[in-house]
T-cell receptor, first 112, second 117 residues
């Protein structure tokens, strides 16, 4: 079955700097990789996703890159702002299903 | 678009009682909904997959007789925690997948915090 590892578990950056969070997955058949942002006491919010037929996707300050050969995908946040502070989760589907397995999460703190 | 609601947002109940949590997709039809549990400072753990018009499928280790799931329509799934105990206290989150074979996106509800005293 699928296994997803996420690093780092915590990340502190200065406002305006970039943040990068990386996830690795085990199932080479996985074809969809979402990233979620979760603020305290709230449900996860989908912020960006990528399918396996592309290597990179960007949406304003947020980008996701996918390396299928190495089986890892990364979230890039540029020009970080205090409101980016949250817990970020990556996910990947179980092989042949629509169920997700989530990474362990990264607590991002953007210092003003 | 793609809004999912949950009700209630928080609930306190006494040990031994049952609690029902509702999950609704507000602006799309969801053949499949998922129920997760999240303990403090931990990741989301999938409990079960709820399919409209059929029985839910539960993940290993999740008691189906304790966590009753009903998906009676394309926009509503309910999770009932029966005979709740303090160890069932957690943050319960549902998600919904839009109907369609190529639709992998899951949209999450705001969560329900359950406290069992």
């Amino acid at each position: 079955g699928e296994n997803v590892e996420q690093h780092p578990s915590t990340l502190s950056v200065q406002e305006g700097d970039s943040a990068v969070i990386k996830c690795t997955y085990s199932d080479s058949a996985s074809n969809y990789f979402p990233w979620y942002k979760q603020e305290l006491g709230k449900g996860p919010q989908l912020i960006i996703d990528i399918r396996s037929n592309v290597g990179e996707k960007k949406d304003q300050r947020i980008a996701v890159t996918l390396n299928k050969t190495a089986k890892h995908f990364s979230l890039h946040i540029t020009e970080t702002q205090p409101e980016d502070s949250a817990v970020y989760f990556c996910a990947a589907p179980f092989s042949g299903t629509y169920k997700y397995i989530f990474g362990t999460g990264t607590r991002l703190k953007v210092l003003a | 678009g793609a809004v999912v609601s949950q009700h209630p947002s928080w609930v306190i109940c006494k040990s031994g009682t049952s609690v029902k949590i509702e999950c609704r997709s507000l602006d799309f039809q969801a053949t499949t909904m998922f129920w997760y549990r999240q303990f403090p400072k931990q990741s989301l753990m999938l409990m079960a997959t709820s399919n409209e018009g059929s029985k839910a499928t539960y993940e290993q280790g999740v008691e189906k007789d304790k966590f009753l799931i009903n998906h009676a329509s394309l926009t509503l799934s309910t999770l009932t925690v029966t005979s709740a105990h303090p160890e069932d206290s957690s943050f319960y989150i549902c998600s919904a997948r839009e109907t369609g074979p190529s639709s992998y996106e899951q949209y999450f509800g705001p969560g329900t915090r359950l406290t069992v005293t």
